[in-house]
């Protein structure tokens, strides 16, 4: 890495330090069981809350989003988080005992995030995919005042998608005063870092809660954490054993058996995508292929909200296991969960949807479940505590007393209200987000996969609809392969824990991790969300719900593994070669999904074969140098956000491009995206034609009148706005303004006020 690309890292990375500075206190007192109170988790807390407030602060236009409000709230969350929870605590001794821990932890994340960052540095073109869609939205955000941020492809409107996770790299880009351009590529390696960071702490905290004892070995704790981390964040799925058999026609599946076993050719041309579209006209991807192809998009922003989320909820049940009172004291009270841990459960929600709304109903069911057992297993300790006074008997149900029918109650009405309070939380916290956005144009209704014949007929009942031809299946050695893995740990883990009736609150949420994300891969099988897709009608569905199962049910997987090797000193006999032989198996699907980012990494930037840089706009030199030196001049010299014509074109084409790599709002920019986001296609369709109009007709009259519609400011004419429309007409441009900038074949019209 050159000097100048590593002095970037370096200068990202301490704002990102910063802000977990400020929230440190906090994240303490929400992890006080964590053998690293945390930690890793600090920086996605306080970016989380100085964002959210500054958000909201923009939203009712008490401060606009500038470097100087962001550093105002960031500092009056450090003195309140160190006033209030600093004091409270043994806080100052804590960070004396830990010190080390945390130092281990902060070159861990620096070394991915400095590793990612290389990578990115062999490929880090903002081109191709959704990129211009999502570095659109940052460069939208970066130049706005208040929000919302204005949609740069269809003016005057405001963003009509889930932004907030561009917010936060907004946020980020402003605070450490580095351009867009390459803070873009940080944000990704960040997000990378983050989610190996996170999820070690995560994989060792679980193995530490595991073992009932004070002085657990580092080296276990260590090993725990790297192995929950590598698979979270580096691991692909069973996909890659097609690796070792002869391609198949990508748009024509096959089980693998069907093919010639060729393990000498390894990798056999094996085509990374592949293990992300393997059934038919779906989407199943994970984190690692997110990574590999770099976008910026809201799945990937949204990766740190939930882990902090997964991780918090097992913090919380740690807390209610480690209560120090009797559980009899404990009858009647209201919100056996502390208020203030609920109302961030609702912030963490209100995050998740308003980065990835999927995620945010995801989660809400896991804390749900969470909050369920937490009430649940109160209520049985409570009930064996009156068996053991003989208040109950078992032989008998019907003699239960009158005071513990009472308590059922409440325990009950506990649970409700703490889930109330969540979801009131989430919706309170997403309502100035709401407020500016048309769900409307999202809600088409859930679609029965495969309908019947008589439901078809009736068309539609509430918000469910049945649709002719809507029908797809996944075949079992499909979900085999891109699920097998994780199901053989699982299965392991049912057999071995019905076998030995000891449970631990950590086996306890892993088996919570588990039932949900089996309930998400089933799902698509049975229902999609409906959306403007036909042909890939279930493909959203299956990609949102599934992204968040591999996470989860990796994370079990590590879990797993390393309970089981809690286990073996405790087996002889059959028993132990049962285990051994596990260890054998799992050593090698370990092995195999842990090479597909080697293939996959190494085939998308090149072999690492020409350094390039972090400058994600650096391509246009080659591909369109004319429109690199204006997007630079633009946005050297425009202040604000004017509204720029330039032509209009499809989804992911290179059309557009000057509103997404400036801010600028154009009149329309990919139209599909567009109609995804506005509900209907008729909605964008009649500026297709008013910005061919624009630049094709002559009449002066017919272009001031939809200018003025418009509320144009400047005209862009380059080489693509030429091939665009041949019989472009630039004359009259020169007669309602004059040029600002000029530089080859392009030229920049200043309309006149």
Same mark, same amino acid.
């Given at each position: ?19 977990? =500075?400020?929230? %440190? ?9 964590? +053998? ?52 409270? $605590? ?42 211009? %869609? ?14 919302? #941020? ?60 595991? =073992? ?10 260590? @090993?725990?954490?790297?192995? $929950? ?82 991780? +918090?909820?097992? $913090?919380? /049940? ?30 963490? !929600? ?101 309908? #019947? ?67 998400? =891969? ?32 990796? @994370? ?20 132990? =070669? ?10 090698? !699907?370990?092995?195999?999904? %842990? ?27 080659? /591909? ?130």
């Amino acid at each position: 890495m050159n000097p100048s690309d590593a002095l970037a890292v370096l200068q990202w990375w301490i704002v990102l330090f910063l802000l977990g =500075i400020c929230a %440190m206190p906090l994240t303490f007192r929400l992890f006080p069981y964590y +053998f690293d109170k945390g930690y890793p988790f600090s920086k996605i807390i306080g970016a989380l809350i100085v964002a959210y407030i500054v958000f909201l602060a923009g939203i009712i236009r008490v401060a606009p989003f500038t470097q100087q409000t962001i550093v105002g709230v960031a500092f009056i969350l450090t003195a309140a988080a160190y006033f209030y929870f600093g004091r409270k $605590s043994d806080f100052h001794s804590m960070l004396k005992v830990k010190w080390l821990t945390f130092a281990l932890e902060e070159i861990l994340f620096l070394t991915v995030l400095m590793i990612w960052a290389y990578i990115h540095s062999f490929g880090p073109d903002i081109h191709g995919l959704e990129k211009f %869609m999502d570095f659109g939205f940052v460069n939208s955000l970066l130049r706005t005042t208040y929000f919302p #941020p204005r949609d740069m492809w269809f003016t005057p409107y405001a963003i009509n998608y889930y932004y907030f996770g561009h917010l936060v790299t907004a946020m980020l880009t402003k605070l450490s005063g580095l351009p867009s351009f390459i803070t873009f590529n940080l944000m990704l390696s960040t997000i990378v870092a983050t989610c190996f960071s996170l999820c070690f702490s995560i994989g060792a905290n679980l193995y530490a809660n595991l =073992i009932e004892s004070e002085r657990i070995p580092k080296v276990r704790l260590i @090993l725990s954490g790297i192995l $929950s981390a590598c698979l979270v964040t580096l691991a692909g799925n069973l996909h890659i054993l097609y690796a070792f058999f002869v391609p198949y026609d990508t748009n024509n599946p096959v089980p693998m058996w069907q093919l010639p076993f060729k393990p000498l050719s390894f990798p056999n041309n094996y085509w990374y995508p592949n293990a992300t579209r393997f059934i038919y006209h779906t989407i199943h991807e994970f984190p690692i292929y997110s990574w590999t192809v770099a976008d910026l998009h809201g799945h990937v922003l949204d990766i740190p909200f939930v882990l902090l989320t997964i991780s +918090f909820l097992f $913090s919380l /049940l740690l807390i209610q296991t480690n209560l120090k009172i009797d559980d009899s004291k404990l009858i009647g009270k209201v919100f056996l969960v502390k208020p203030y841990y609920l109302v961030f459960n609702g912030l963490l !929600l209100a995050a998740m949807y308003m980065t990835n709304a999927w995620d945010g109903a995801i989660y809400w069911l896991l804390s749900a479940l969470t909050l369920l057992y937490i009430h649940g297993t109160k209520m049985q300790n409570y009930k064996k505590i009156l068996e053991t006074e003989n208040l109950i008997i078992k032989e008998n149900k019907k003699h239960i007393t009158p005071k513990f029918k009472k308590w059922k109650v409440a325990w009950a009405r506990d649970y409700i209200l703490s889930l109330l309070i969540v979801t009131t939380c989430l919706l309170l916290f997403a309502t100035p987000y709401n407020f500016f956005f048309n769900t409307g144009a999202y809600d088409h209704g859930i679609g029965l996969n495969c309908a #019947p014949e008589f439901l078809i007929k009736i068309g539609k009942i509430g918000p469910f609809i049945f649709e002719q031809g809507y029908c797809q299946h996944s075949y079992w050695w499909e979900l085999l392969t891109l699920y097998g893995f994780f199901y053989f740990f699982v299965v392991v883990f049912a057999i071995f824990m019905y076998r030995f009736k000891r449970y631990t609150v950590t086996d306890v949420f892993v088996a919570l991790l588990i039932l949900l994300s089996t309930f998400l =891969i089933i799902v698509p099988e049975f229902f999609y969300l409906k959306d403007i897709y036909t042909t890939y009608f279930r493909a959203n569905t299956m990609f949102k719900l599934v992204f968040q199962a591999f996470i989860m049910l990796q @994370l079990s997987s590590g879990y797993i593994i390393v309970r089981m090797a809690t286990l073996l000193p405790f087996v002889r006999g059959t028993k132990r =070669i049962f285990l051994i032989c596990f260890f054998v198996i799992s050593a090698l !699907l370990v092995g195999l999904v %842990m090479t597909y980012p080697y293939i996959a990494v190494t085939s998308y930037y090149g072999n690492f074969k020409t350094y390039e840089g972090l400058d994600g706009i650096n391509y246009l030199k080659t /591909l369109y140098p004319d429109d690199y030196y204006a997007i630079n001049w633009i946005n050297a010299n425009i202040k604000g956000q004017p509204v720029i014509l330039e032509a209009q074109g499809d989804s992911y084409t290179d059309y557009a491009r000057i509103s997404a790599n400036t801010g600028l709002p154009t009149v329309l920019g990919w139209t599909v995206h567009e109609w995804l986001w506005r509900g209907s296609y008729n909605v964008p369709a009649p500026r297709i034609t008013d910005v061919q109009t624009l630049y094709d007709t002559t009449s002066l009259q017919t272009a001031r009148q939809l200018l003025t519609e418009y509320d144009v400011t400047y005209v862009y004419v380059g080489n693509l706005e030429r091939q665009k429309y041949p019989n472009l007409d630039e004359q009259k441009f020169s007669e309602l303004g004059h040029i600002v900038y000029q530089h080859g074949n392009t030229r920049i019209y200043e309309l006149n006020g």
